[in-house]
Nanobody, 123 residues
């Protein structure tokens, strides 16, 4: 049984930083594509960042200079470091995982496993 648990969300002022964490259990995490997504009220979910098993990363354009995704395979954790947060970053942030190797690891692919989300509010 695969389980993803996010943490690290909160309420911050514009310009501040947050680091989200996603603890993964139940499978060979190190070989999987991992992603962070977000969904704001009234908007569709969007892929924010993704990291592959070889640590290659992709980012949504609006966050590429402010967010950084990383993974700790020893601890089964994937992180999303966010700096210079803006009000438009306000959303529920979700961690996702997938094992399929036939698609590029990015925020535009489908993911099988999802966490429950952590709220980020920027004012």
């Amino acid at each position: 049984h695969v389980q993803l648990v996010e943490s690290g969300g909160g309420s911050v002022q514009a310009g501040e930083s947050l680091r989200l964490s996603c603890v993964v259990s139940g499978y060979r995490y190190s070989t999987y594509c991992m992603g962070w997504f977000r969904q704001a009220p009234g908007k569709e979910r969007e892929g924010v960042a993704a990291i592959d098993a070889d640590d290659s990363t992709t980012y949504e354009y609006s966050v590429k200079d402010r967010f950084a995704i990383s993974r700790d395979n020893a601890e089964n954790i994937v992180y999303l470091q966010m700096i210079n947060l803006k009000p438009e970053d306000t959303a529920m942030y979700y961690c996702a995982a997938d094992s399929y190797r036939g698609s590029a690891c990015s925020g535009s692919r489908s993911f099988t496993y999802w966490g429950q989300g952590t709220q980020v509010t920027v004012s």
